[in-house]
Structure formats: structure tokens, C-alpha cells
């Protein structure tokens, strides 16, 4: 297990939630389920790309929010929309500027590396525009953003 590990507060689907985040992201693995005396699960060990997660079963008592999201970096459109379209999928919500939140709650950014590279352009007016784009969009949009940045 990494050093730091994402610990998941779930009411009763942390085991379901754990299956749907291992079906979406490829490089995955299943490290532990652990029950309860009732035979219930508890807790679920798990990783998604090189990443370990925690998740468990505590009831209702809290929920996500936007305070911490998981930073999904897509290396085209084709990734940005793959992991979009399964994360939104079966009641996930879009939101703003690359984050949507999945049918659990859990919020993500999904966002290619083409935004830093726009962004970072030593030119404040490309960058500028590049962010304004950005800003306007739910799932980003890569080809829209390099028309930003070229003034098209």
C-alpha cells in the first residue's frame, strides 16, 4: 500500500462503487473486501492506476462535496471523453470547467494535458483566452481550446 492512501466515506456502496471505478479505469486491481460480523462488506481495498483507495461502508452521516475531487490527466479527446462519458454514466452530473460528479457523488476533473500546455504560453493574451474557453465549458474541449489560444 502507497504511503498516503484516499480513504472513501460511502453510506452502504463501497463495494459497487469500487467495481464501477475498476470497470472504467483499466490498470486496476482488487486488493481487499472486508466484512462485517454480519457478513456485510465493510471495506474495500483497491488501486486505479498506480493509485490505492480505501473505501468503506459508514453509513449516511457524510457525503462528498467539492472539496476533494480526484485529478484525472487525459492525454487527448479521446481519453477526456472516454472517462467522461463512463463517469457521468448512470446518474453522474456535469459540472464546470472539466469536473463532473459520478453516480456516488465523488467529484472528478477530467482534463487533457493540452489546458497546461495552452495555458502556460508565455503570451498572457493566448493564455487568457485559452482560460476564458476553459471557463465556459463542462467537459473541456481541446480542439476549442487551441482556437482560443490561436485567436481563431
Known sequence: MTKITPF???????????????SIFKNSKIYN?????????????????????????AGPA?????????????EDQAEV??????LIADGGEESMCGWLKDKYGLSWQI???QLGELMNDPDREK??????????????????LQKAHDGA
Not at 457524510?62 to 487525459?74: L, R
Not at 493564455?127 to 476549442?144: F, H
Open 62 to 74: 457524510f457525503k462528498f462535496n467539492e472539496a476533494i475531487s480526484m485529478f484525472v490527466n487525459c
Open 81 to 86: 471523453d472516454y472517462f467522461w462519458n463512463a
Open 111 to 113: 482534463v487533457p494535458k
Open 8 to 22: 472513501l466515506w460511502f453510506d452502504t456502496q463501497a463495494e459497487e462503487a469500487m467495481n464501477f471505478y475498476i
Open 33 to 57: 473486501i472486508s466484512r462485517d460480523p454480519n457478513g456485510k462488506v465493510f471495506t474495500v481495498a483497491f488501486e486505479l492506476e498506480g493509485q490505492d483507495y480505501i473505501g468503506l461502508n
Open 127 to 144: 493564455s487568457g483566452r485559452v482560460m476564458d474557453a476553459m471557463l465556459n465549458m463542462k467537459k473541456i474541449i481541446v480542439a476549442d
